[in-house]
Each structure stands twice: as structure tokens, then as C-alpha cells.
């Protein structure tokens, strides 16, 4: 007697009994990564003493990036958020921590990494490259990590067209 051979990992067999069985894999793999990596996040903000929601994080690395001020709709944009009150009130919480300053600049907001932000992001860092970091590339090379980034984004853009024609119908 042959065993059976496996069938793809999923969590929404209804989903799966369609035309692309593999397409509900790749979502359910997806919803596991989005939420170990959200866990991640908040978990790596807190060993640097920052209790800090996974959009707080990832305002704050944007803001941080290449070391210049920031729109806020750039923030927006960037970060991929259409709820302009969930990164203004992730900007405000961070700005009350001392990790960002906001100003205007004519009719724009504007925001800008402070010291302690600085120094929150680089203890980030040297954690990530501790703990995350060498079990990645263990796993995977750089030029595999790209591939993986750049399917990603393809895909997201997939998801991006198909939630405007959804609108729609």
C-alpha cells in the first residue's frame, strides 16, 4: 500500500477546490508570514524597551530610512496604508515617545527621526542581526531573498488590481 501523497497546506479547502489549489497555499503561507513577522516586530520593539504596534514599527524604520524628514502621505504611500488616521495616530504615539518630531512645512506634515529614534532603530538592528538574521541566510541566499521580495511585490500589485475590480462588481 502507497501512502498518500500529501496535498498543499492550506486553510480554506473551499478556496482550494478551485482552479488554483496552489494559489490558497501561497495565501495561507502568506497569512502565516504576515503574522510572524508582525509578532516579530513587536517583539524585537520591546527587547529595546519600546512597546510599539507593528505599524509604529514600521512608521518609525520608514521615517528613519536614508535619514531625511518625511511627508506623511509619502509615509502613507510608501507603507502601502489608505486609513490616513492609522499612520497619524501611529506617528502621534511615536511622537510622544520621543522617537519622532513632527513640523509643517505649508499645508504638509512632516516627520523627522529623533536621537532616541536613531538609537531605536540601530538596537533594533543589532538584534535582528542576532537572532533573525543568521537563521535567514542559513536558509536562504541573498540573491534568493530578492527573488522572494520581488515575487512579493509582483504579487501584491496582482492583489492591488483585483481588490479594484472587486470594488466594482
Known amino acids: 500500500m502507497s501512502a498518500k501523497e500529501p496535498g498543499p497546506i492550506i486553510s480554506s479547502a473551499h478556496l482550494a477546490d478551485g482552479t488554483s489549489p496552489a494559489l490558497s497555499e501561497l495565501e495561507f503561507s502568506l497569512t502565516l508570514a504576515a503574522n510572524a513577522y508582525q509578532k516579530w516586530i513587536v517583539r524585537c520593539a520591546a527587547a529595546v524597551g519600546q512597546q510599539l504596534t507593528p505599524l509604529e514599527v514600521l512608521v518609525l524604520h520608514s521615517v528613519r530610512h536614508r535619514d531625511r524628514?518625511?511627508?506623511?502621505?509619502?509615509?502613507?504611500?510608501?507603507?502601502?496604508?489608505?486609513?490616513?488616521?492609522?499612520?497619524?495616530?501611529?506617528?502621534?504615539?511615536?511622537?510622544?515617545?520621543?522617537?519622532?518630531?513632527?513640523?509643517?512645512?505649508?499645508?504638509?506634515?512632516?516627520?523627522?527621526?529623533?536621537?532616541?529614534?536613531?538609537?531605536?532603530?540601530?538596537?533594533?538592528?543589532?538584534?535582528?542581526?542576532?537572532?533573525?538574521?543568521?537563521?535567514?541566510?542559513?536558509s536562504l541566499d541573498e540573491a534568493a531573498l530578492s527573488r522572494t521580495a520581488e515575487t512579493l511585490r509582483m504579487l501584491s500589485g496582482d492583489y492591488n488590481q483585483a481588490a479594484r475590480a472587486a470594488a466594482t462588481l
Open 69 to 138: 524628514p518625511k511627508r506623511f502621505m509619502d509615509l502613507m504611500l510608501v507603507l502601502h496604508v489608505e486609513d490616513a488616521h492609522l499612520v497619524n495616530y501611529a506617528v502621534r504615539k511615536l511622537s510622544t515617545a520621543g522617537l519622532v518630531v513632527t513640523r509643517r512645512v505649508g499645508k504638509e506634515k512632516v516627520i523627522e527621526v529623533t536621537a532616541a529614534g536613531i538609537d531605536f532603530c540601530d538596537a533594533y538592528r543589532s538584534i535582528r542581526e542576532k537572532v533573525l538574521v543568521g537563521d535567514v541566510k542559513a
